[in-house]
């Protein structure tokens, strides 16, 4: 029974880093189709977040058949039940590309990207891509020494979100109310995205340590500099 | 055994209920110090966020006592995976609300809602609180039909989301970028407290019917008319 429990878990460990790596494809285009307006790339990214949703609906299907079939107590328990939140963390950050993505098909053939902020959002998009590569990372090897990299990485996204509205909020601002609303959202989103992958990051530390972080935990950073 | 697995339910239905029910103070006063700019009001609801995510938290392990001790399969598995989700859901209301009442405290003392938009947010406030009490009801009865009450409401508030950014992106809109970034960010807050409302009441009806649809499957109005 162990013996196949493990088996399940592996084919769920092996899921998550399935899921993760389609992540981690449609951040990286998102992001790139953002700063170049490519729509081109960004429509990939809007028809292949269904892939996504599907292989963590699948996912979530494999987990509750696991506790049906195996009853798992303890900490293979939680494993499971814990499964079934990265999973959700996971399909949330495909949805955050496919709005990057949306934005800039909303925009196109103008930019989305707001002038004054280019070098700002490529590193946003940058350090996103980053924080998706090293989770898929750690949902691989459970190297618990990547969780701090994908912290340091996301105080770097949080840093970078309070500077966009610091210029948008600056005397300095040029941009109209679109550009406004597309820093304001698009910043937003890379911020979350980040969130969700320490959330997800902190599960894999607490499967390992015992020591839970509840989902309830990651820093949010809501809007600029007066947080 | 049966017997003891539907104690575990009641218990775990009253917490859903209770947590509704703090959730729904919690946009209750979010939206009333928002549209008055009332900072006293909008500090109760951030110091009342944590005990919403406390009690999330505890149900998520009375769940997680319950899959161990009881190992319940078939649908009385699926309603106890559900109340898992179901408290990720009312907790990220629980969020939203304080994210609404943190917008307030930032501009006081001037008003978090831009003018021009007062009575669009007053609008949605109302929904997005009627939306939290119908969901309590539903959690409370059960009773379905208020499900399609909550789907017409979020309809509502979809259609306001839209207008605030077909008013914000017109050439009639005076807002200086503050405003714009207040009123996109309170725009997406009260639409997405909807679309978690939607996602519970799903939930609730699918337990009853069995007619699952995914958590992923809420409409999500990403950004403004053009969409």
Do not use: C
Not at 81 to 93: D, I, N, P, T, Y
Not at 171 to 197: I, K, N, P
Request: aromatic share 4%; hydrophobic share 45%.
């Amino acid at each position: 029974m162990r013996e196949v429990f493990h088996q399940s878990l592996e084919d769920v460990q092996g899921r998550l880093v399935e899921i993760a790596e389609l992540v981690t494809i449609a951040i990286d285009k998102a992001t790139r189709a953002f700063g170049t307006s490519d729509v081109g790339l960004a429509e990939e990214v809007i028809e292949a977040d269904s892939i996504i949703d599907e292989k963590a609906i699948a996912l979530d299907e494999l987990a509750i058949e696991i506790l049906a079939r195996q009853q798992p107590v303890a900490r293979d328990l939680r494993i499971v039940v814990s499964a079934l939140r990265m999973s959700a963390s996971l399909e949330r950050m495909g949805d955050i590309a496919e709005h990057i993505a949306q934005l800039t098909r909303m925009r196109f053939p103008e930019r989305a990207i707001p002038k004054g902020l280019k070098s700002t959002f490529l590193k946003m998009g940058e350090l996103d891509v980053e924080v998706a590569r090293q989770l898929t990372e750690l949902l691989r090897t459970q190297d618990l020494a990547i969780t701090e990299e994908i912290r340091n990485a996301d105080d770097d996204i949080d840093d970078l979100h309070v500077s966009v509205f610091e210029k948008v909020l600056s005397d300095s601002w040029q941009g109209e109310a679109s550009a406004t609303v597309d820093a304001t959202l698009a910043s937003r989103y890379h911020e979350r995205f980040a969130d969700h992958a320490v959330s997800v990051a902190k599960k894999v530390a607490y499967l390992s340590t015992g020591d839970w972080t509840p989902a309830t935990d990651t820093i949010e950073i809501v809007v600029g500099p007066t947080q």
